[in-house]
């Protein structure tokens, strides 16, 4: 594990900030119709970038840049709560923030 358990903590807040607040994306990808094709992988790539956003956001806070592997880290991650936040944007009422896999 490379980054922190701090700024892994965050990130994974803000994942859950996201998925709880799915909805409100999901709303927003559907202004773009139709522009987009798909309104649920507009919404998660509009959730992810918010995250990703977030993550650099931390370490600038912190006067650092994120190394090559921070990054392979986060992708990582993200890649493990994917289902959740997609299930999030199809099905916002079936989520419950437990559902979230174990960390590694």
Known sequence: MVISKENR???DSLIDYYINESE??????ENFVPEVESVTDTAFGIIT???????LQAYQNQQ????LEDM???NQIIKKRAPLIK???LN???IE????????
């Not at 970038?49 to 993550?55: E, L, P, T």
């Open 87 to 89: 299930k999030s944007i």
């Open 9 to 11: 903590d965050f990130i």
């Open 92 to 94: 916002p009422s079936s």
């Open 49 to 55: 970038g918010c995250v990703y956003s977030g993550f």
């Open 72 to 74: 392979k880290e986060f």
């Open 64 to 67: 650092q840049s994120p190394s």
């Open 97 to 104: 923030i437990s559902d979230k896999p174990d960390q590694a």
């Open 24 to 29: 409100s994306y999901k709303q927003i990808a």
